[in-house]
């Protein structure tokens, strides 16, 4: 990280902190800045309908599927309109890709940007009041502007993110994100309209008491995994699971833990899927001295190899993380 820069204070707004950070990019037109703030309005958007969840008409089932197969669910396909208008308008980005989406969307050819997106993280607690997410991922396009985009510029691995970020809609709305300098978090205060940092460089313990994974599945996971549990268990740590990945993250990220999705028998390659879930924590989790594996390799280092692809996901406290690879 810089030394020079004069760190912000609490309370700074993220306009005039993504502003007074736009030079650490290596490329300063400005376009990677206002796609984050883009971002930041279309989660104000989302925001607000999720906070008004329970009022009107767009709880529950949207009666269809997404390319997993799972019921999409209303807000999840709203999400993804939302996020999807505030990503074209400004013509930064090149390709959006979606997990509610089956192929990437074609943006504008003269987009410099691709960006993975998931726009709605931990559907199945929207109808129960409990946190819920956004998680997106930022890469620079490979081929040459103007000219139609190509697999170079969609499939590439996480290391070659240029930001990433995700929204935590909890208790208290946050907006985390990296840019590879570091991580912050920012706080919304919805009666201002605004994202105010809270969480200045954010640091994820070492080591922490807590362990998030379905156990529920542990019938299905190998044996390594089930060691690992007896491990947590022996070592007296504390079972945390909410089912919001980025809920469940983030509360590791503050206090310390690790968050497992292992391959089952049913699904070898886990759950989550690498491009718009793992890719974007794996980056926020090194950027705050902590890890994101697969199990075997770092998770940053994987080379996609289509847009929904899934993969085992260890992430959290660099040496729980290291306790768990052994
Ligand atoms: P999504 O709502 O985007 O499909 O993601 C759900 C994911 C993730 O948020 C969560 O950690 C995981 O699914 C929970 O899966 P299980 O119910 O299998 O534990
Ligand atoms: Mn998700
Ligand atoms: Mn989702």
Sequence with gaps: METSRIALPIGTTLDRFI?????????TSGELSQLLRDIALASKVVNREINK????????????????????????VL????FTRALTKGGEACALISEETESYVDLN???????????????SNIDVNVSIGTIFSIYRRKSQIGLPITDQDILQRGEEQVAAGY?????STMLVYTTGHGVNGFTYEPSLGEYFLSHPDMIIPAEGKTYSINEGLANSFSEDVKNYLQHCKDSHYTARYIGSLVADFHRNLLKGGIYIYPATAKDAHGKLRLMYECNALAFIAEQAGGKGTDGKERILSIKPK???????????????VEQAMK
């Design 306 to 320: 289509s847009l929904h692809q899934r993969t085992p996901f260890y992430v959290g406290s660099s040496k729980m």
């Design 167 to 171: 929204i935590l809609y909890g208790s």
């Design 109 to 123: 050819n003269n987009g410099k940007y691709v960006i993975a997106i998931d726009p709605l993280d931990g559907s």
């Design 79 to 82: 999400a993804n309109i939302r």
């Design 53 to 76: 969840a329970g009022l009107i008409d767009i709880m529950g089932s949207a009666g269809s599927q997404n390319t997993g197969g799972e019921q999409q669910q209303k807000l999840d």
């Design 19 to 27: 502003k007074n950070n736009q030079d650490q990019f290596q490329y």
